[in-house]
Each structure stands twice: as structure tokens, then as C-alpha cells.
């Protein structure tokens, strides 16, 4: 069935559709979240990041512009480069939806100094979101001024080891001289790593720093910094492929020994983030939830997702209805055991329906837009083969042409009420006819 269907549709259309009920489709929810990417079809490399979203006075955004580069999305203006926009005004200038990044992805890039001499250049959206900035280092061998001059993240490096470089792991005072907790760092890739991890770090005065010539080389947001070091403490407790970010908030392993039975009441052996298998299958599982035993004689219970490897990024592509709960002795009975981990905030979620989430982001509580059911139905628009676009649209389990008279009837509705991604078949970042072409012809 091809485009010369069309007034064969129109007669159809003609036929069958009834007129659409009266529906309030002022549902007061924003449409968009922090770290959507609005932008257009015209100029897909640029467009504006959501920042912050206000509903005192009606739906109002902070957003910054945004550049692509390679895959990521960086702000080239921060400092006074924020701007409000009203959905009324994003409708005007033909703004949608078309990306979302964690904001811990989205990286400063302005290299201005502010009035008070700080700098956000390299800190991710988050961070600034947060709070974090830093001052401008004083030229070389210059004491500081008595505030921290470097913050969480941050990567220096002098004339002595150009290969390498020194994190800032944790701030803080002795005796009233400021000192830094700091730990080896080794770019690879896109990304830099601790190779060789230990837990306290080197407690190093800000002056010998200074005095070593080190400055600031880059930052990286904490989320980002993987621990590489296979090794443990004394206690057992290790903490490889952790984020610093993870290990800053108290994580870590005990010995997996997944070849062992568990017994109940014992506790959980795997920590949200972790990529469970075994050797005797392709399928992937990320742990999304940990729940203790709820008794002597319970076991820990996980609540998992299946991903896909994409390159070294972790994807989630279905997330509605794709949870699976497992306590720890079907994952015993499974042979299943860690095979890698990934901060939540690095595991991306590519049901289109889900708008790019990460994990991360929704165990943080910005819940996603399940598809709504279009009325008159009861039931939420199915995805049936995979491809982020609902062509179920009465979610009855089959595409048939009954969805085709409710996207006919129910065009204006769906706009203003579902993820548009879910039902935008022609990719122009909006609803029109050729949508309903598409879904006609696919059946």
C-alpha cells in the first residue's frame, strides 16, 4: 500500500470517523524536562537546552543554546547566557523535542570570567545546577587567595607528567590550610580513569600542589571518572568500574562468589548500576533496584532491565512494562553474575517514548511520559515492533485500520497529550497528515 491509497483513505476516513468528543487537553504538566534538547528539523546541530522548569506562573523553561559535538551536547554561553521560554513562544519558533542528555552530558564550554572571578568552563550542566564553581588559578607559583582554588573533579597536571593527570577527589581544611584529597587519573578515550585506586586518596596542601606546578587541565564531572582498579581494601570491599561519584556516596562491592548458593535473610551482592549475564547467553540485564530481604527467610529482590551494548554505552530499549523483578536465588539458579557496571546516569534509556532518559535521571524522579490511552480507549498506545513508534494506537495488541480512524479523529488530542516522538512517523517533529499516511500504509 503506497501513497496512490491516499483518496482511497480519504473515502474511508470519510466514511467511519465520528466526531471527535470534546477533551480538555490542558492537563497542566510541562511538556518538557531538565536536559531536553528543543530545537528544529532544519538545524539539527543546535538548539536549546532545558535547564530548569518553573509552573508558579504557567510553564515557564531557563534554557541555554546548545552545539552538538560528536555525540554530546555543550553550552559555548553560560555565564548571562540563560533565557526563559514560554510553550506558548517554543510553539511559535517551531521548537520540539529533539534530544535529551542527562545533564551530567552536558558540558560548559564558556571560558568567561564572571564579575567575581569564578569560572564554570568544563563543569557539567548538573554541577552548575548544583551550585559548583571555581576560581580563577593565579598565575603560576602565586599563592591562593584562602578559598579552594580547585573543586571535585578537576584535573591538573604540570611539565613532569604529561600523561596522566592528578584528580581532586574531596576538599578540605587542616589546621586551617586547605588540602585535597587526590588520586591519580589516565585519560582513555573520552573519558579519564583511576587505574590504581586507593580508598583515602593523597592528602595533599594546596601551597605544595602550587608549588609543584600543577594548574588545572580539565574536569570531569564525577559521575563520568570510572575506578579501573580490580584490586580491594582489607575488608574485601572493591570498587571497580564504580563511578567516583557512586564511591563518594558510599558504594561498594563485597565478594560477589556468585557460584555460591545464597542463603535467606543474607544481603544484596549486586549494587543498582550493575550488568548481570551469564556465559551461555547474549541477554544483558542492568540491576535498576536492590530491596533487602524483607525477612529472615526472604532473599534480596532486583529489579532489572534488559540492555544492549552500543560502542561502551549501556541502553535501555524498552522500558515500559520491561522491568523484571528476581530475587537472589533465581539470579544463583540463572548462573548469573557481574560482567561489567555503569553509573544509572550513563545508562540510557532509547524506548522513544521514554525521551532519552537515562537511568539515572529516572531513579532520581523525573518520571517519564508513558503514552496516555486515546480516548474513547482505555488501553496505552503499544510500540509493536520496536521502532519508538506506537502504530497501536487503541493498544489492542494489533495494528488495524480501527487505529487509523482514532489517529484521524483524535490528531489534535494526541499532539497536545502524548510524547510526540511516539507518533511523529515521518520524523518532521510534528503531527500532520502524512503521519496518518504512515500508519495507513504499515498496515
Known amino acids: 500500500m ?33 536536559g531536553d534538547i528543543l530545537g528544529t528539523a532544519a538545524a539539527p546541530e543546535t538548539g536549546m537546552v532545558v535547564a530548569n522548569v518553573s509552573t508558579q506562573t504557567g510553564t515557564v523553561y531557563l534554557a541555554y543554546e546548545v552545539v552538538k559535538n560528536g555525540t554530546g551536547w555543550e553550552i559555548p554561553k553560560y555565564w548571562h547566557g540563560d533565557f526563559e521560554l514560554t510553550e506558548v513562544q517554543a510553539d511559535t519558533l517551531d521548537l520540539h523535542r529533539v534530544d535529551h542528555a542527562d545533564p551530567i552530558l552536558v558540558i560548559i564550554t564558556d571560558p568567561e570570567v564572571t564579575g567575581g572571578d569564578m569560572q564554570y568552563s568544563g563543569l557539567s550542566l548538573a554541577e552548575a545546577r548544583a551550585g559548583v564553581v571555581y576560581p580563577v588559578e593565579p598565575a603560576p607559583g602565586e599563592p591562593g587567595s584562602g578559598t579552594a582554588l580547585y573543586v571535585t573533579g578537576d584535573i591538573l597536571n604540570n611539565s613532569y607528567a604529561p600523561a596522566g593527570g592528578t584528580l581532586i577527589g574531596r576538599v578540605y581544611t587542616n589546621n586551617g590550610q586547605i588540602y585535597y584529597r587526590t588520586y591519580d587519573v589516565v585519560k582513555n578515550g573520552d573519558r579519564w580513569e583511576i587505574d590504581w585506586f586507593d580508598y583515602n586518596g593523597f592528602g595533599m596542601p594546596e601551597d605544595v600542589l602550587i608549588g609543584m606546578g600543577m594548574r588545572r587541565i580539565a574536569h570531569a564531572d564525577p559521575h563520568t571518572l570510572i575506578v579501573n582498579d580490580t584490586a580491594t581494601n582489607t575488608g574485601d570491599i572493591g570498587w571497580y568500574h564504580l563511578s567516583f561519584a557512586e564511591f563518594l556516596a558510599g558504594e561498594g562491592y563485597g565478594p560477589e562468589l556468585w557460584q555460591d548458593q545464597p542463603y535467606p535473610g543474607t544481603s544484596p551482592r549486586y549494587l543498582t548500576g ?13 540491576v535498576a533496584g536492590v530491596a533487602a530481604p524483607a525477612g529472615p ?14 560502542g561502551s554505552r549501556w541502553e535501555i530499549p524498552m522500558y515500559w512494562d520491561g522491568d523484571h523483578q528476581v530475587d537472589a536465588l533465581q539470579v544463583f539458579t540463572q548462573s548469573l553474575h557481574r560482567i561489567d557496571h555503569a553509573d544509572a546516569h550513563t545508562v540510557v534509556v532509547t524506548d522513544s517514548t521514554v525521551t532519552g532518559l537515562s537511568l539515572g535521571e529516572i531513579l532520581g524522579g523525573t518520571l517519564p511520559v508513558r503514552p496516555a490511552p486515546v480516548p474513547p480507549g482505555t488501553n496505552s498506545p503499544r510500540d509493536l515492533n520496536s521502532d519508538g513508534l506506537c502504530e497501536d494506537i487503541n493498544g489492542n495488541g494489533i495494528a488495524d485500520f480501527n487505529d487509523v480512524v482514532i489517529f484521524f479523529n483524535q490528531m489534535d488530542w494526541i499532539a497536545q497529550n502524548e510524547p510526540l516522538s511516539a507518533f511523529d512517523f515521518t520524523r518532521n517533529g510534528r503531527l500532520d497528515f502524512n503521519d496518518l499516511v504512515m500508519v495507513f500504509n504499515g498496515l
Open 2 to 34: 503506497h501513497f496512490s491509497a491516499l483518496p482511497l483513505l480519504l473515502l474511508l476516513l470519510l466514511l467511519v470517523a465520528a466526531p471527535a468528543a470534546a477533551i480538555d487537553t490542558d492537563t497542566g504538566l510541562p511538556r518538557y524536562v531538565v
Open 274 to 286: 550493575d550488568i548481570l549475564g551469564n556465559d551461555t547467553s547474549s541477554i544483558r540485564y542492568v
Open 297 to 310: 527467610d526472604a532473599f534480596p529482590i532486583y529489579t532489572t532491565y534488559e540492555v544492549v551494548q552500543n
